[in-house]
């Protein structure tokens, strides 16, 4: 995908394009429900003036993300038009970056290669507008054919931005911007729609080894099996013991700022396959569980971008990654180890794995004295049955943290819902032969019972006081988020939470 933000179309090459790559327009029209003659407004009206013989109104109504294309007109040197509407609503950043899908969709149904987005005319049109615009056109470019073996059609379009407005550096800022945060959330998703046999652990570690390689201020150091028994991670070794592909513990360190700024700890879920283990799962949708990795992809890819675009903050990435499998080898319901805070637990369920192998993270977390700790997790089935696949459900005891989620989530235009957790959950978790056990003592509440085990691990500061730490659950929102996110792909990995992870620390900035 090539991209280009101009001032105007004579700096376009497409002008001398052959006819064998048509090069195509797109202009915006709103609605205008109150008039009745001419329901339609032209954001650019030059360009109504070229379609006049054609009876717009008829066929498109420029109702919200509706794209229609009108081949063979000739406008200046294009061979087609393309509509997008607007509505007739407010057009906020999150309605230009589905705008951006939307669009997005459209050249891909149409197969087009040269694209150019005429901006002017528009009432406003901030830099962060075109930022969200390209965010959705970006994001709305990921494809996962890596494993097909049929004619993978190659995507390469050329995208020319116009509009006078651009002369005006920040636009250049917000455009050049998006493009690498889009770039790692489709990283991400290219992690978490890699079958199990291609990313196991060793190989999630190979893969952010190769990511974040050549990217400045970044380290990526990679625990085996024997050091993370040496490290007393008893949670990691006790889920991976059952498969034949041994843990990793991985931790990428991003020095942005003096090493006296403490950092902030992002901890990722990082099971490349979850069978349940001994408590395996029902053979229904098993293969999903190849996206129970997400949290650790969607680490690396906030990660990633923080990298890219340089910013001024010290943030560690640490994931905890294993293959939950049934096996001679495989840890037994009744089973217990300790943890390296030195907590024992009674593994009561094998299949609530992830929060053994976050535990062990969050207590490295705590030891690096971090001025806040986020985890994300595909952690619990409740919670894509409490909240779907829109909302991810997080959990803190910090109002502060809890505020500065809030307001990122709303820069990041992603959904998030603050969930309970409270002292009452935490007694849930206590166990009977153990400190812990791995599942509730009560029934229901079940997102929030795991959230409150996890809560187990995290320790406190130099002056005894917790470190900030909130818990997403992305189990609904990591993959298949359905058709309702223009942007995002119907099936795969969602890299949901990249974003929002990513303004939390501009916030910190
Ligand atoms: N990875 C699953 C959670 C999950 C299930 C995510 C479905 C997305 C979709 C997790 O390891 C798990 O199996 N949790 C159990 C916990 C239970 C045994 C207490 C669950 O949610 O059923
Ligand atoms: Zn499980
Ligand atoms: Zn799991």
């Not at 945060?181 to 992690?191: F, P, T």
């Not at 619990?380 to 049955?385: D, I, L, P, R, S």
């Not at 959950?425 to 166990?431: N, R």
Request: charged residues 20%.
């Amino acid at each position: 995908m090539k991209t280009q933000l101009m001032q105007n179309e004579t700096q376009m090459s497409s002008g001398k394009k052959s006819n064998s790559t048509p090069s195509i327009l797109v202009t915006f029209l709103k609605q205008d429900k109150d008039n009745k003659k001419s329901p339609l407004t032209w954001v650019t009206p030059s360009v109504a003036q070229s379609l006049e013989n054609i009876n717009i109104a008829s066929f498109f109504k420029a109702a919200k993300n509706e794209t229609t294309l009108i081949r063979g007109v000739s406008y200046k040197s294009y061979q087609g038009v393309m509509l997008a509407g607007m509505g007739s609503e407010k057009f906020d950043q999150e309605s230009w970056r589905q705008m951006g899908g939307a669009l997005m969709k459209a050249i891909k149904a149409n197969k087009l290669s040269h694209v150019t987005f005429l901006f002017d005319g528009l009432e406003s049109f901030l830099p962060q507008d075109l930022g969200a615009m390209t965010e959705g056109l970006c994001l709305g470019a990921y494809d996962f054919n890596q494993l097909k073996t049929a004619s993978k059609e190659s995507s390469e379009v050329t995208f020319n931005f116009v509009a006078t407005a651009f002369k005006n550096k920040e636009y250049k800022t917000s455009f050049d911007q998006a493009q690498m945060v889009a770039e790692s959330v489709n990283e991400s998703r290219r992690l978490g729609d890699l079958p199990g046999n291609y990313l196991p652990p060793r190989v999630l570690a190979l893969e952010a080894q190769k990511l974040f390689k050549g990217l400045p201020k970044t380290k990526v150091t990679v625990w085996d099996k024997k050091r993370i028994e040496k490290e007393r991670m008893g949670g990691l070794l006790t889920v991976g013991k059952g498969s034949a592909e041994d843990p990793r513990f991985i931790i990428i360190e991003y020095k942005g700022a003096a090493v006296s700024e403490k950092p902030i700890v992002l901890v990722g879920k990082g099971l490349t396959f979850d069978s349940g283990g001994i408590s395996i799962k029902p053979s229904a949708a098993m293969e999903e569980m190849k996206y129970d990795m997400c949290g650790a992809a969607n680490v690396i890819g906030a990660l990633h971008a923080v990298a890219k675009l340089g910013l001024k903050v010290n943030v560690v990435g640490l994931i905890a990654s294993a293959e939950n499998m049934p096996s001679h080898t495989a840890v037994k319901p009744g089973d217990v180890y300790t943890s390296r805070n030195g907590k024992t637990v009674e593994v009561n369920n094998t299949d609530a794995e992830g929060r053994l192998v976050l535990g062990e993270a969050l207590v490295y977390a705590s030891e690096l004295s971090p001025q806040l700790i986020i985890d994300a997790a595909t952690l619990t089935g409740a919670m894509a049955v409490a909240l779907g696949n829109l909302y991810t459900g997080y959990f803190t005891k910090n109002l502060e943290l809890k505020a500065d989620i809030e307001k990122a989530a709303k820069v990041s235009g992603e959904w998030v819902w603050n969930m309970p957790l409270c002292d009452f959950h935490s007694e849930d978790m206590k166990g009977i032969y153990a400190d812990l056990s791995n599942i509730s003592s009560g029934k229901g509440a079940g997102s929030s019972t795991a959230a409150a085990f996890l809560e187990q691990f995290v320790g406190q500061d130099k002056k005894g006081n917790k470190i900030p730490w909130a818990h997403f659950d992305i189990a609904g929102t990591a993959w298949a988020v359905g058709n309702r996110l223009n942007y995002c792909p119907s099936k795969g990995a969602s890299g949901v939470m990249v974003r929002t992870f990513l303004e939390i620390i501009k916030s910190k900035v």
